[in-house]
């Protein structure tokens, strides 16, 4: 078959589709992408294999840009005589489905990763759930990343429950536990030299999240709970990721974050994100909204205690009490989930790779996929 993946911006393919290039490819299929112009594309293309087609997928609404990029969708798709869309995001949905629809694809598949709408409001809500339903009206299948998604967007009635699925327990890709999230295959003298560039010693504890530096990712509370531990003098909070223009964060929170020596932030990091989690010592990601958080299964299968709320998505990621805790999306509740791992140890992070492993193994996810396909 000849399948074609859209998405909006370069940096979500490793996490979406990663390593699916070349299983498919072995398999005897052709992979493409269409997705918005990026520096890392290219060679992103020719270390997976795949064909691509560089137009905007922008998150805001502009119907003249839309629709050009829907042209230029449908032309590649009759170019490739693609047999499988697959659309991924709200916006990549949208003009995916919309392309596919309007060419006749037989196999139309949208990748639901979440909610968008649950944090919006007024006439922004309305908008975006009226998007997701005319995205569920073209799709012939879409796949729910989480049960909690499944079970909300059956509630919102954003489709037919028989229209909608999960793949196995979740996730829309699974995580590498073999060769890439595995503790065993970690390079001590890499490992070392990595803390050596941050400033991270032996000794201190690091409080780590990886991701969008934005409000819905909770990171406002995550620094206050930060600067509320008590006795914290050896503890260093980890950000790996890049800010974003929506949903900003304030101004006083960045400026603490990028001037606290003890907050260690460092932009967008392309690859080796396995380094950063085995220099961590504990995972937290104290969002509003998730589809089904891949961060948090990729620091499970590191053998590191996660803590994260039970919102959409994340209350499907973890073992409450077993692979990490829960925690209110408030500095002081976040603050004792960070004690309860940081001085009573309560988790055991083998657990959780233990049970990402079982679960959420990319081969586990890729076999559900080809039945899909």
Not at 168 to 191: L, M, S, W, Y
Not at 223 to 229: N, P, W, Y
Request: hydrophobic share 40%; with cysteine; charged share 25%.
């Amino acid at each position: 078959m000849n399948i074609l993946h859209v998405v909006n911006i370069y940096f979500v393919l490793p996490y979406f589709i990663g390593d699916q290039f070349k299983y498919f490819k072995d398999k005897g299929h052709q992979l493409n992408v269409a997705c918005s112009e990026s520096e890392y594309l290219n060679d992103y293309a020719r270390q997976q294999e795949f064909d691509y087609i560089e137009t905007p997928v922008n998150r805001s609404i502009s119907i003249a840009q839309d629709f050009k990029s829907i042209r230029a969708i449908c032309r590649f798709i009759k170019k490739k005589k693609i047999d499988v869309v697959v659309g991924h995001t709200p916006k990549g949905g949208l003009l995916a489905m919309l392309a596919a629809f309007l060419c006749r694809v037989p196999n139309r598949i949208y990748f639901r990763h979440g909610l968008v709408y649950e944090t919006s409001h007024g006439f922004k809500r309305k908008m975006l759930i009226t998007i997701d339903r005319i995205t569920s009206l073209c799709a012939t299948k879409i796949v729910c990343v989480s049960p909690s998604v499944l079970s909300r967007s059956i509630n919102d009635r954003l489709a037919p429950a028989a229209k909608q699925i999960i793949l196995g327990k979740g996730t829309c890709n699974g995580v590498d536990t073999q060769e890439k999230f595995n503790p065993a295959r970690i390079n001590a003298e890499h490992q070392k030299e990595l803390r050596k560039k941050y400033g991270i010693s032996d000794d201190d504890f690091v409080i780590g999240y990886s991701g969008r530096m934005v409000r819905d990712k909770g990171i406002i509370e995550l620094v206050r709970a930060f600067d509320s531990l008590e006795n914290a003098d050896n503890c260093k909070l980890l950000l790996v990721g890049m800010f974003e223009e929506r949903d900003t964060l304030p101004d006083d929170v960045k400026e603490r974050i990028l001037n606290d020596k003890r907050i260690i932030y460092t932009g967008f990091i392309n690859s080796g994100m396995e380094y950063f989690y085995s220099i961590m010592d504990v995972y937290i990601l104290p969002s509003y909204r998730e589809g089904f958080p891949t961060g948090v299964l990729e620091a499970q299968a590191m053998a590191k205690p996660v803590i994260t709320t039970r919102v959409t998505g994340c209350c499907d990621s973890i073992i409450d009490g077993t692979t990490g805790l829960f925690a209110e999306n408030n500095e002081f509740d976040l603050a004792t989930r960070i004690d309860d791992i940081r001085i009573r140890n309560r988790i055991n992070g083998e657990n959780g790779r233990n049970w990402v492993v079982d679960n959420f193994d990319s081969r586990i996810v890729w076999k559900e996929i080809e039945k899909l396909y």
